[in-house]
Every structure is written in C-alpha cells, then in structure tokens.
C-alpha cells in the first residue's frame, strides 16, 4: 500500500491491483496498523475502518411461479465496502463462463434450472466501491402445491450457512416475518 499525504485526508493506494479502486483498502489491507515513512521520520497509523454502514448488500427480487410450481424471478443485488470484494475479484479474474457456473452453485433453490441471463456493473463514483449483480433464473417444481396450498420457501437467493446468535437470529426472524406481513396485506 501506499499512502498519498492530502492535507488531513491521505490516499491510500493498493499498489499490487490494476483494478481496485483509489483510496479503497478492502479487508485485506483496511483496518490495520502501518508503518507511515516521510522526510520528517516515522509513525504507526491506522488503515481506514469499513464500518457497518460501508459494507452493504441490499437485494431486490421480482418472482412469480405459474400453476405447476415454476419459478421465475430476476434479481438485482447491489454490495458495496467489504461485501463487494468477492464480486470485484470475479468480474476481474474470471471467464463469463466460470462467473456462470459460480451462479449456479450458489444457490440452494430445489429443482434448479438454469440462469438465462447475468450481468455485472461496478460503480467506482467514490472511495467506496460497489458493485451491482442483476440476473434471472429459473426453478421447476419451486413450489408445492397440495390441493389449495401453495408451499414456498421465502429466501430464494442466498440462506445463512453459520449459526447465528440469539439476538441476531431473532431480529432476522423478526425481519422476515414483517416482510410476510407487509406481502399479506
């Protein structure tokens, strides 16, 4: 990393990515204790701090499913700080074929089809990169429909894979079941 003096804000530089943006540490180098080296001599500073509020992933879906269970939906997910260093590094280091077959592992829909169509569009606007996904995809058999029920499982896109703790699992319980309630009305 470098560190370019700007009066009382500095610019820090990732020296070894053509890609990542000015100014933008990530975690890797974000968050850390420095060595600073100027003509005046040395001092320990510390990298920028991502706080909760810089690190997004705001996810918005459009889904229908027809009589037999089939599920369309198109899905744009834009992250931001830390949550759109994975994005980043795929857009940068990968085939569209493999950013396809990452796609198609991730998601843990049921009878899972295909992903007729993907894009990727990073914003470089400020310090704080982000990155917007937008796809489709398609699900046979999503739902299952017994007489006149119709049983779905409402996070379509991603689900937690480690536990969560008390307090958070309620908040996310209590999250969704008000994202029900709202649908319902």
């Not at 089939?70 to 834009?78: D, E, G, R, Y």
């Amino acid at each position: 990393m470098v560190c370019v003096p700007n009066g009382k804000d500095s610019i820090w530089l990732e020296c070894t990515s053509q890609t990542v943006s000015p100014g933008y540490m990530g975690s890797f180098t974000g968050n850390r204790e420095a060595l600073l080296v100027s003509e005046g001599g040395s001092t320990i500073v510390h990298t920028p701090v991502y706080r909760k509020e810089d690190n997004l992933q705001i996810r918005h879906i459009k889904a229908a499913i027809d009589n037999n269970g089939k599920l369309t939906a198109k899905v744009s997910t834009t992250t931001s700080g830390l949550q759109q260093d994975d994005l980043h590094s795929l857009i940068h280091n990968s085939s569209p074929d493999e950013q396809k077959k990452r796609l198609q592992r991730i998601f843990t829909l049921s009878n899972y089809d295909e992903v007729p169509a993907f894009t990727y569009l990073e914003s470089r606007e400020s310090a704080l990169p982000s990155v917007n996904e937008t796809l489709e995809l398609v699900a046979n058999d999503y739902a299952s429909i017994t007489g006149k029920r119709l049983f779905i499982r409402p996070n379509i896109v991603s689900t937690y894979t480690s536990k969560l703790a008390e307090t958070e699992k309620e908040r996310t319980i209590s999250y969704i079941l008000m994202l029900l309630l709202i649908g319902i009305q």
